[in-house]
């Protein structure tokens, strides 16, 4: 079984940065993609990027050009660079790990999920 821990969550101010990482145990070797959520409150979870086992990256349209990931393959992390944060990227922050080959897209292709961390984007 995959366990995924995020940590790096707080509140900061509109236009400020945060970093988010993930550390994976357990039987992190199955892990082949990783990726972020977050779910607002009242709201669907929902994709923020993935990282195939490749190195291939996505990033949803509404945060592409402001977050970075960056995957270590020998340390089984993944952090989450924000940046130019908006208070419309307040959340819960989920770490996701897919076992299969393929890539992460939707809530659907996830094997495995973190508990969350949440990020507060104060106006």
């Known amino acids: 079984q995959v366990r995924l821990v995020e940590s790096g969550g707080g509140l900061v101010q509109a236009g400020g940065s945060l970093r988010l990482s993930c550390a994976a145990s357990?039987?992190?070797?199955?892990?082949?993609?990783m990726g972020w959520f977050r779910q607002a409150p009242g709201k669907d979870r929902e994709f923020v990027g993935s990282?195939?086992?490749?190195?291939?990256?996505y990033y949803s349209d509404s945060v592409k050009g402001r977050f970075t990931m960056s995957r270590d393959k020998i340390k089984n992390t993944l952090d989450l660079q924000m940046n130019t944060l908006k208070p419309e990227d307040t959340g819960v922050y989920y770490c996701?790990?897919?076992?299969?080959?393929?890539?992460?897209?939707?809530?659907?292709?996830?094997?495995?999920w973190g508990q969350g961390t949440q990020v507060t984007v104060s106006s």
């Open positions: 996701a790990g897919r076992s299969g080959i393929g890539t992460i897209t939707t809530a659907s292709t996830v094997d495995s």
């Open positions: 357990g039987r992190s070797f199955n892990i082949y993609a």
């Open positions: 990282v195939t086992w490749a190195g291939i990256t």
